[in-house]
């Protein structure tokens, strides 16, 4: 059968982008400009144009949306529910990011009204399916940073234990205990220790660490899938 007999769908990129500020887990979110869904919240995204692929779409939504870009994207799941976009069938590549945040400002550009940071466990209605878009990008950032390094993504260079150990409580929803945590974490010779300590707080200055990726490399896989947990 010729592929011009064959039915012709649109297809779209979704981004879920994944920050830390201030001991929370943030979400990224544009509010819409155009309809459907004008003026109602939703993950950045749009339709993959002319002769691109899916990973150069969604680094061009970004941009165009939040004004991120060269930013750590992973694609994680297709959404093809043939009513989950009012104007036609749309299958959308979901896409989950993380940054850190507080060296990010979100900046609405040619299609959004407003870009903004929501705390990841108090985020609106949002349009489309992308809620559910949403839950999915959590359980699949919840496997992701089991098995690989991301975390650090959303760390400064340099990042106190409490500081780790906080992002994984708030990815994962659940209190680690604190002795046990830091006795895996010393174990572990590519997070390094550095001369530096936490400076303005009223409390005692913490130790800072830094993630030596080198070192993480070397390390046996079966180590690594189970460094935290």
């Known amino acids: 059968m010729s592929l011009k007999q064959r039915s012709q769908y649109f297809m779209t990129v979704d981004c879920v982008i994944f920050g830390y500020s201030q001991g929370q887990l943030m979400v990224a979110l544009i509010e819409r400009k155009n309809e459907p869904f004008k003026g109602k919240w939703a993950i ?11 990973d150069e779409a969604a680094a061009r939504e970004l ?12 694609q994680f799941h297709v959404f093809s529910d043939p009513e989950r976009d009012p104007r036609g069938r749309v299958i959308t ?42 839950e999915k990008a959590l359980e699949e950032l919840r496997l992701a940073v089991s098995i690989k390094p991301l975390v650090f993504e959303l760390l400064p260079g340099k990042f106190t234990l409490t500081m780790l150990q906080n992002i994984y409580e708030q990815i994962f929803g659940f209190t680690i205990d604190k002795r046990n945590f830091r006795k895996k974490i010393l174990k572990m010779d590519f997070i390094q220790e550095t001369k530096y ?33």
């Open 197 to 229: 300590l936490t400076k303005g707080d009223q409390q005692r200055p913490a130790k800072l660490y830094q993630f030596n990726k080198k070192r993480f490399i070397k390390n046996d896989t079966r180590t690594v899938n189970s460094i935290f947990f």
């Open 93 to 134: 590549v979901a896409f989950f990011a993380l940054i850190n945040s507080d060296q990010i400002e979100l900046v609405a550009t040619e299609d959004a009204l407003e870009a903004k940071w929501y705390p990841a466990y108090n985020i609106p209605d949002l349009a489309f399916d992308h809620n559910a878009i949403y």
């Open 63 to 74: 941009q165009e949306e939040t004004g991120l870009h060269d930013i750590y994207l992973e």
């Open 44 to 54: 950045p995204g749009g339709f993959v144009e002319g002769d691109e692929t899916v």
